[in-house]
């Protein structure tokens, strides 16, 4: 099934929920959610006080994108303060199988996200366990870049190891996807869309209708 999760990372913090009720109300199913550390990227953006707080305002899936150093020492806060999905980067920490189990224990689905330069073999390991694998399409760590064209090949080659493995593996890509693009991440077999400014800038409401109408063709 393909899904749509709006990135709030491209939202107007001034009216936050105000926007989240209309992406709500025009039916995305999931809420990505970027946390940055300011040390496994650049940026820092916002964490448990905000999803905690924002958790009031839709029952949509939260989807935790962890851009942040050594995940394992907030699985149980970002539990807490209402993820459903919590993806974090195997460049972020060698402990990778332990916080797949942590993320399950808690009764949440557990996605590994790779930077541009990280191969798409990594995800082998983790055939078994993971529930998503989430191929970046920019370098991490700020919205509004542009799409990079050699991140499509990564893509095919995520979905046929899912494929591979008979499990059913979501396939995520995030990072400069618009209305011109769409098309070729889907094709290459991605079924979780991460949007942060092709759904934030101008009608928010149209914008989601315009998207789940191509992801559900
Ligand atoms: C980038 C974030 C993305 C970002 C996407 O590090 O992980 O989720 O918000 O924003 P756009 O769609 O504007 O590239
Ligand atoms: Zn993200």
Redesign the pocket.
């Known amino acids: 099934m393909n899904i749509l999760s709006p990135?709030i990372?491209?939202a107007d913090f001034t009216i936050l929920g105000e926007q989240l009720r209309s992406v709500d109300r025009a039916g995305a199913e999931y809420i990505?959610i970027?946390v940055?550390d300011g040390i496994f990227?650049p940026s820092i953006s916002y964490g448990m006080p905000v999803i905690r707080s924002i958790r009031k305002a839709t029952d949509k899936v939260f989807d935790v994108?962890l851009?942040i150093e050594k995940p394992e020492r907030y699985i149980e806060a970002f539990a807490d303060c209402g993820a459903d999905i919590i993806t974090f980067h195997l460049e972020a920490t060698d402990r990778v199988a332990a916080v797949i189990e942590d993320i399950h224990r808690r009764g949440l689905k557990a996605g590994l996200a790779i930077k541009p330069g990280t191969s798409v073999e990594s995800f082998r390991p983790y055939l078994d366990v993971a529930d998503m694998f989430l191929v970046?399409t920019?370098?991490?760590?700020?919205?509004?870049?542009v799409y990079m064209d050699a991140c499509t090949e990564k893509v095919r080659a995520a979905r046929a190891m899912a494929e591979e493995s008979g499990r059913s593996i979501d396939i995520q890509v995030?990072?400069?996807?618009?209305r011109e693009n769409i098309g070729t991440v889907l094709k290459a077999g991605a079924n979780v869309i991460?949007?942060?400014?092709?759904i934030f800038e101008g009608d928010i409401e149209d914008n989601v209708r315009h998207f789940l109408n191509i992801l559900s063709r």
């Not at 920019?138 to 870049?145: A, S």
């Not at 995030?174 to 618009?178: A, E, S």
């Open positions: 990135s990372l491209a990505h970027d940055m990227v994108h851009m970046m920019v370098e991490p760590g700020f919205g509004g870049q995030d990072g400069g996807i618009n991460a949007l942060g400014s092709a």
